[in-house]
T-cell receptor, first 114, second 105 residues
Framework: KAGVTQTPRYLIKTRGQQVTLSCSPISGHRSVSWYQQTPGQGLQFLFEYFSETQRNKGNFPGRFSGRQFSNSRSEMNVSTLELGDSALYLC?????????????FGDGTRLSIL | KNEVEQSPQNLTAQEGEFITINCSYSVGISALHWLQQHPGGGIVSLFMLSSGKKKHGRLIATINIQEKHSSLHITASHPRDSAVYICAVTDKLIFGTGTRLQVFP
């Protein structure tokens, strides 16, 4: 069974641009959660999607948004990029909704802002 | 004070040693995750537990909900155990800052 796939693996952008990251969950998993990891703040929860609906949201500005498609694939968008958005972005999928489900993580997308 | 504290922040060990990583939290929870992150970023979920103890191979995780404390133990440590170990308090979606473990042969 294929694992969680995140694309692209690496991305370089400049301030002010926008970026879209993609996450394909394990087949059959309907929940996708997104996380940001930085050296200073560690891992932080961004949001969770289940059945195309955002179920939970972390404390991030509105520049961070996401969506989920009917096949459970999810995208995360960050607009008006700032230097501080440089981070490893991880997604995780699970069978059901709620963070109290076993999470299966992708390898992440490393975003660098110049 | 962080709501989830891990100790130690860094840990070095010789192969074969018994390792303990601690996680204390100040919020109410129903479950706690232990995660392992290898260089390069990939994260593996090791345990999700809400009470007592779980064991998987050489790894053992315990939790005491009343004392708001969890421990991750590694028996007979091996260089391939070198990674960052992160505890996560799931109800509030808060992560500890991680414990960087290096096991030398």
């Amino acid at each position: 069974k294929a694992g969680v796939t995140q694309t692209p693996r690496y991305l370089i952008k400049t301030r002010g641009q926008q970026v879209t990251l993609s996450c394909s969950p394990i087949s059959g998993h309907r929940s996708v959660s997104w996380y940001q990891q930085t050296p200073g703040q560690g891992l932080q929860f961004l949001f969770e999607y289940f059945s195309e609906t955002q179920r939970n949201k972390g404390n991030f500005p509105g520049r961070f948004s996401g969506r989920q498609f009917s096949n459970s694939r999810s995208e995360m968008n960050v607009s008006t990029l700032e230097l501080g958005d440089s981070a490893l972005y991880l997604c995780a999928s699970s069978l059901g909704t709620g963070i109290n489900q076993p999470q299966h993580f992708g390898d992440g997308t490393r975003l660098s802002i110049l | 004070k962080n709501e989830v504290e891990q100790s130690p922040q860094n840990l070095t060990a010789q192969e074969g040693e018994f390792i303990t990583i601690n996680c204390s939290y100040s919020v109410g929870i129903s479950a706690l995750h232990w995660l392992q992150q290898h260089p390069g970023g990939g994260i593996v979920s090791l345990f999700m537990l809400s009470s007592g103890k779980k064991k998987h191979g050489r790894l053992i995780a315990t939790i005491n909900i009343q004392e708001k404390h969890s421990s991750l133990h590694i028996t007979a440590s091996h260089p391939r155990d070198s990674a960052v170990y992160i505890c996560a308090v799931t109800d509030k979606l808060i992560f500890g800052t991680g414990t960087r473990l290096q096991v030398f042969p």
